[in-house]
């Protein structure tokens, strides 16, 4: 059977037209062939691409990739943090009104006793996204306490709440919050509290029980200038490096498959509370910052922005500078996932949105 029949085959379940079925199919092929091309021009080394609706799926690895390799996720990471901490709200252990100060009695001078957790997880409490001193850092192998150190007291760029500006310092200091109020480091929470429930095997944030050889491997030479911009000098704590690899950043040091992120999307879309009831489900997914310039859920993106073109006002979702997008489009019961070893900066116009953008206008 060829790929083009199987993905007929696949789309042939959904009570579509027999034009519908043919021009999904289609469109499907093409965002295929995207991938593909850069394959074989060799800009790309590997990728796998996971997109299902209802029950219908279609799944290809290219390259180097098989279709469960486990790829350096970049800041998708930052969502699954946000679930660790929505486990905690909805034990009503902890509410997203309350104040950061509460958990870290350190972090309260000026404005900084009035940044809430719901602040840190939206990208609205003020703080910058890297620390301005984050390569030395990472240069000399700091643990993750030096970058909670720094960004307690790091000066805030705005008042909390009056604007959006990305920010992964805030969703470490949710990480580190969780990780008191638990009293569990948060990879072994993680793996405890969201991962094995949903049946996550091949996701880990730092390395856990794998080794770096089994991740796929950066192409770095594009990587981004906050993980060293491909100079052959940052090879020792750049995306590549053991250092970052076992570092479990909660902003961008998780691991996972198509699979896996598949089913964590997907227990959002149709919550049974596994992991999170659904009324707690929905908050997370739902925007909490209508009146500022981007729209954001808990840890997620939200809306077509940066998505799909085509996605619904409902979809939630989140891409990586490591070459990396996921989203979940509760209108459609769609979820896609394109996990790629080429860093964003260069895959993002050439292969995740043009795909993402295909996918998501499919009937």
């Known amino acids: 059977m060829t790929r083009r029949d199987s993905l007929a085959l696949t789309l042939a379940g959904l009570g579509l037209t027999f034009s519908a079925r043919a021009a999904n199919a289609t469109t499907m092929q093409n965002a295929l062939q995207i991938i593909q ?3 074989d021009n060799g800009t790309l080394h590997s990728a796998v691409l996971r997109v299902s609706r209802g029950h219908q799926v279609t799944e290809q690895a290219f390259g180097k990739a098989k279709v469960d390799s486990m790829f350096l996720l970049g800041s998708i990471t930052k969502p699954l943090t946000a679930m660790a901490v929505m486990v905690l709200v909805d ?7 309350d104040p950061a100060v509460k958990y870290l009695p350190e972090f309260s001078e000026g404005a900084r006793k009035n940044i809430t957790l719901e602040h840190l997880l939206t990208h609205t409490s003020g703080l910058p996204d890297q620390l301005a001193d984050n390569n030395a850092l990472r240069a000399r192998h700091a643990p993750l306490a030096e970058f909670v150190k720094g960004a307690v007291s790091t000066p805030l760029l705005f008042s909390p709440g009056t604007k959006y500006h ?3 310092m805030g969703i470490l200091l949710a990480a580190e919050i969780v990780q008191r109020v638990a009293k569990t480091p948060l990879p072994e929470f993680l793996q405890e509290q969201v991962f094995t429930p949903l049946g996550m095997s091949r996701t880990v944030l730092g390395l856990g029980k794998f080794q770096k050889e089994d991740m796929v491997p950066m192409q770095t030479e594009h990587a981004a200038p906050e993980a060293g911009a491909g100079d052959p ?4 704590w750049d995306w590549n490096s053991d250092y970052w690899r076992q570092l479990a950043a909660p902003w961008g040091g998780a691991h996972s498959t198509v699979d896996d992120l598949s089913k964590c999307l997907s227990s959002l879309m149709h919550p049974d509370g596994k992991v999170l009831r659904e009324a707690t489900a929905r908050l997370m997914t739902q925007e ?5 310039e981007a729209h954001r859920g808990i840890g997620f993106a939200v809306g077509p922005a940066g998505l799909g073109k085509g996605c619904s006002a409902r979809t939630f979702g989140h891409a990586g ?3 990396t ?3 979940a489009d509760p209108v459609t019961d769609t979820t896609f ?3 790629t070893a080429l860093p964003k900066n260069v895959s993002g116009a050439l292969i995740l949105d043009p795909v993402s953008g295909m996918v998501s206008t499919m009937s």
Request: charged letters at 25%.
């Open 37 to 39: 091309a850069q394959i």
């Open 91 to 97: 034990r009503g252990e902890i509410r997203l009104s």
């Open 166 to 168: 990305y920010q992964s």
């Open 233 to 236: 000098k940052a090879r020792e």
């Open 288 to 292: 909490h910052t209508p009146k500022l």
């Open 321 to 323: 500078s490591t070459g």
């Open 325 to 327: 997008l996921a989203w």
């Open 337 to 339: 996932v394109l996990l």
